[in-house]
T-cell receptor, first 116, second 116 residues
Framework: AQKITQTQPGMFVQEKEAVTLDCTYD???????LFWYKQPSSGEMIFLIY??????QNATEGRYSLNFQKARKSANLVISASQLGDSAMYFC?????????????FGQGTILTVHP | DAEITQSPRHKITETGRQVTLACHQT?????MFWYRQDLGHGLRLIHY???????NKGEVSDGYSVSRSNTEDLPLTLESAASSQTSVYFC???????????????FGPGTRLTVL
C-alpha cells in the first residue's frame, strides 16, 4: 500500500491566488513527521515545511502552511498569494520515527503551474 | 557555509561498468541517505547510514552498495551498471533526533546518470 499519496499529478493556479496541494498518508506509527519539498526545473530539492504528528498547531513558513488533519491522515500544503516562481514539482514525504528513523518516504509529486 | 555536494553532476556510462557517485557533506551530520528519482515514483531510498561504519539497505538497494569510512562522505557504487539504473540520484543528510537539524533533511544537487 502506498504510504504517501499525492492524487494531483498537475495543478494550475492564477498568480496571486492561493492553491492547495493534497497529500494523504498511511502509517500505524504514532510518532511521525510530514515534510514538503519543492523541486524547481533546475532540479534541486528545497525543504519547505515540517509538521510533527504531536504538534497541536498547523505549521507555517511564510506563504506556506500545512493543513494537518490527523484523523483524516492528510497533510495538505497551502501556498498563499502564488508567484510565478512557485511553478515547480512539489513532494510530500513522511518519516516514521518508530520504524524508519531518519528515512523519508516520498509521494509521486504534484506539478504546479502558476499562470500570470 | 555548510553544504552537501555531489559529483559528478552528469555521467554517461555503459552497461556492465562499475560506477561510483560521490557525496560529501560539511554539516557534520550523522545520517546520510541515497535516493533515486524516477518519473512516476517520486524519490525512493537506496541505502542509508547512521554513522561511520554503519550502512543499511533501503527500498531499492539491489545493484548498489555504499560504504561509510568517515562522517563527511557516503559514496554510492553501482557494481555493474544496468539501463534500469538510469536515473537522477540524490544524496541527503540530517542530524540525529533531539537536535534542531533533525526536522530537515538537506539534499545535494543531484547526479544525472545515464546507462547506455
Amino acid at each position: 500500500a502506498q504510504k504517501i499519496t499525492q492524487t494531483q499529478p498537475g495543478m494550475f493556479v492564477q498568480e496571486k491566488e492561493a492553491v492547495t496541494l493534497d497529500c494523504t498518508y498511511d502509517t500505524s506509527d504514532p510518532s511521525y513527521g510530514l515534510f514538503w519539498y519543492k523541486q524547481p526545473s533546475s532540479g534541486e530539492m528545497i525543504f519547505l515545511i515540517y509538521q510533527g504528528s504531536y504538534d497541536q498547531q498547523n505549521a507555517t513558513e511564510g506563504r506556506y502552511s500545512l493543513n494537518f488533519q490527523k484523523a483524516r491522515k492528510s497533510a495538505n500544503l497551502v501556498i498563499s498569494a502564488s508567484q510565478l516562481g512557485d511553478s515547480a514539482m512539489y513532494f510530500c514525504a513522511m518519516r516514521e520515527e518508530g520504524t524508519s528513523y531518519g528515512k523519508l518516504t516520498f509521494g509521486q509529486g504534484t506539478i504546479l503551474t502558476v499562470h500570470p | 557555509d555548510a553544504e552537501i555536494t555531489q559529483s559528478p553532476r552528469h555521467k554517461i556510462t555503459e552497461t556492465g561498468r562499475q560506477v561510483t557517485l560521490a557525496c560529501h557533506q560539511t554539516w557534520n551530520h550523522n545520517n546520510m541517505f541515497w535516493y533515486r528519482q524516477d518519473l512516476g515514483h517520486g524519490l525512493r531510498l537506496i541505502h542509508y547510514s547512521y554513522g561511520v561504519q554503519d550502512t543499511n539497505k533501503g527500498e531499492v538497494s539491489d545493484g548498489y552498495s555504499v560504504s561509510r569510512s568517515n562522517t563527511e562522505d557516503l559514496p554510492l557504487t553501482l557494481e555493474s551498471a544496468a539501463s534500469s539504473q538510469t536515473s537522477v540520484y540524490f544524496c541527503a543528510s540530517s542530524q540525529i533526533p533531539g537536535t534542531s537539524g533533525y526536522n530537515e533533511q538537506f539534499f545535494g544537487p543531484g547526479t544525472r546518470l545515464t546507462v547506455l
